[in-house]
Structures are given as structure tokens and as C-alpha cells.
């Protein structure tokens, strides 16, 4: 554990008071939730995940895109929250004030009990009608179908297809929810990022957003990103070992406070 988490990162937890947790699609890889750009496996391999989540590809072959989704919601229904989403609701519920910003689109962090996620790239759990824009119902779940296409759902109001509820490269991101995210990192002392790449704006913006008005920074990943130019600490292991040993360090376990 003394590997995992040197003395510096223990002392700017323990003493934040305004913590921000950054998190990305590596907090959830340990829970078998392949990473965006690991989503392409299997029979999807011959796709490029950065072609398919955009509304170019939805109106080119909706059946193709809906199916993705359909799939990889089906993965993170039977996947469970691992002990680095657990860690990060013990930090919530141990610093005196923060947020959790999330880039993914699974349900883990309220699973494992994060009381209000912030979700920058919407949810697979929020189908929406593509033209009215009208909540669908999430339909019932299925064996995951990989490589199948599956035609979407018709809007009850207005008949034309449903989307999923996520933000695509060229849409914009919901706008209460970059605001929260900007407010909250503007003002916090510690923001730790966790298991992502950094590649995809304006969300890569966060962690430099924190450090430009003084917070310190803490990256989670086993991969250098460019965010590794930010961070004053690297923590470089997954995140499923390496925040609960920070939350050992820190209090001494991740047990309800
Ligand atoms: C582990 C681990 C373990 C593995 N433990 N870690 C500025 C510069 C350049 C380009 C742009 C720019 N501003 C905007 C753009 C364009 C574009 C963009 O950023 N492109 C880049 C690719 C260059 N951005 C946009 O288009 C955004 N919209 C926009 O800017 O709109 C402008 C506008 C304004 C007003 C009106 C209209 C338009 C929208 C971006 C939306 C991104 N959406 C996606 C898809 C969501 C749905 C889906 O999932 O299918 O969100 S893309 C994808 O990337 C997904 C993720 O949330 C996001 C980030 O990925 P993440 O989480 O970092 O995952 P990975 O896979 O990249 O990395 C995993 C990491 O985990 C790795 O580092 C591993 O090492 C690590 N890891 N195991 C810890 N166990
Ligand atoms: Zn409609």
C-alpha cells in the first residue's frame, strides 16, 4: 500500500476540504465495463467507437448505433460497482464538501451509493426522442446481443426514433451540468482524477481548470495521459486498488463514516 499511495497524495486528501472527483471511463473497467475506446471488441471490433457516437452515424444506420448502445447497456446492467467506486462514495462522505463529475454513462457511482452524481455525458438510461426530445421508457433489459443491430423504439409522442440519452462528439454538453462541474472545480482544493484518458474536450478542461485557480491535482490511471503535465501526484494503478488504499491511508477504510 505504501507503493500505491505515497505520504504527499495522503496529506492533500486528508487536509482538502473541497474535493472534486473527476472520473472517467477507467473507474469502471474493473467492473468489466470496457473503456470507451476498448468498447469496439468482439464483433464490434471492425467499428471505430469515435465514428459511432455521433448523430451522423445514428441517422446513417440507426439500427447499427442503437444496437451498440443496447449492448453495452445490457454489460453494465449485469455489472456490479468495484471497491474504487465504493472508495470514491467513502471520500464523499468524508470530506466536508465537494463533487463527483462523472464522464460515463453507467449507473456505478449511484450504485455504489455517490448520493448526486454530476453526468457531463448524459446516461444510457435516458432514451430520448430524437425530434421532440420527449424521456422514453428504457427498454426491458436482454441477453446482451453483441454485434447485433437492433432497430430503436418509435417516440410515443411523435413517432420518430428514439436516441440514446448520451452527448455525441459535435453536440453540446448539458449545460446545468458543465456549470455545476466549472462552479464546483473553480472553487475546490483537491481534485482527483480518475481512469481517463483526458483526450475528449471541454471535460479534459476540469482538471485544468482546477489547477489554473490553485487546487492541487491527483490522477488515478496505469497509463500516462496528458494530464500527467497537471497532476502533482501520479498515482499510476487501476483505480478498483488504488482509491481504496488511498481511503485506508487517509481514514482507515472505506466502512460508512
Ligand atoms: C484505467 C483503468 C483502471 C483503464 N483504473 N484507469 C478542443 C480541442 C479538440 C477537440 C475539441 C475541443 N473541443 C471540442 C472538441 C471536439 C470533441 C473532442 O473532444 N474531440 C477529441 C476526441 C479531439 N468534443 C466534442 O465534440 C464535445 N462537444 C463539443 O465540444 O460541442 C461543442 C458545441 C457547443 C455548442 C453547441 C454544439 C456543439 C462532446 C464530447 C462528447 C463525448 N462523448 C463520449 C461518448 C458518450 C457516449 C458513449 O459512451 O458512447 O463520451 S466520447 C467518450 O470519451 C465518452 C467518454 O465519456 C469520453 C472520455 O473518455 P474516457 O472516459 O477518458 O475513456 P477512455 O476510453 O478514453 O480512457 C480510459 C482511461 O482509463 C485510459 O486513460 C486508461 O489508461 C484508463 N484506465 N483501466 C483506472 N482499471
Ligand atoms: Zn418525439
Avoid at 471520500?91 to 448526486?116: F, K, M
Avoid at 498515482?235 to 485506508?248: I, K, M, Q, S, T
Wanted: charged share 20%.
Amino acid at each position: 500500500m505504501g507503493q500505491l499511495v505515497p505520504r504527499e497524495a495522503v496529506a492533500l486528501l486528508g487536509q482538502a476540504r473541497r474535493v472534486v472527483i473527476f472520473t472517467g471511463a477507467g473507474m469502471s473497467a474493473e467492473s468489466g465495463v470496457p473503456t470507451f475506446r476498448d468498447a469496439l471488441t468482439g464483433l464490434w471490433q471492425r467499428f471505430d467507437a469515435q465514428a459511432l457516437a455521433t448523430s451522423q452515424a445514428f441517422r446513417d444506420d440507426p439500427a447499427l448505433v442503437w444496437g451498440w448502445y443496447e449492448w453495452r447497456r445490457s454489460i453494465v446492467g449485469r455489472a456490479r460497482p468495484n471497491p474504487g467506486h465504493l472508495a470514491v462514495a467513502a471520500i464523499e462522505a468524508r470530506v466536508p464538501d465537494g463533487a463527483l463529475v462523472t464522464q460515463n454513462v453507467d449507473d456505478l457511482h449511484e450504485r455504489a451509493g455517490s448520493p448526486a452524481p454530476v453526468h457531463l455525458h448524459g446516461s444510457l438510461f435516458a432514451p430520448r426522442c430524437v425530434a421532440c426530445a420527449h424521456p422514453a421508457p428504457v427498454p426491458a433489459e436482454e441477453e446482451p446481443a453483441e454485434g447485433r443491430r437492433v432497430p430503436p423504439p418509435r417516440c410515443a409522442h411523435c413517432s420518430a426514433p428514439v436516441r440514446p440519452g448520451v452527448v455525441w462528439f459535435g453536440e453540446a454538453l448539458p449545460q446545468e451540468a458543465l456549470a455545476a462541474a466549472v462552479e464546483a472545480t473553480s472553487s475546490c482544493d483537491l481534485l482527483l482524477t480518475v481512469g481517463t484518458s483526458g483526450l475528449v474536450y471541454p471535460a479534459a478542461e476540469i482538471p485544468q481548470v482546477a489547477a489554473r485557480f490553485g487546487a492541487a491535482v491527483i490522477q488515478v490511471n496505469p497509463e500516462e495521459t496528458p494530464l500527467d503535465a497537471v497532476a502533482d501526484v501520479n498515482l499510476r494503478g487501476p483505480a478498483a486498488r488504488v482509491l481504496p488504499a488511498l481511503v485506508e491511508a487517509v481514514w482507515g477504510g472505506t466502512d460508512p463514516a
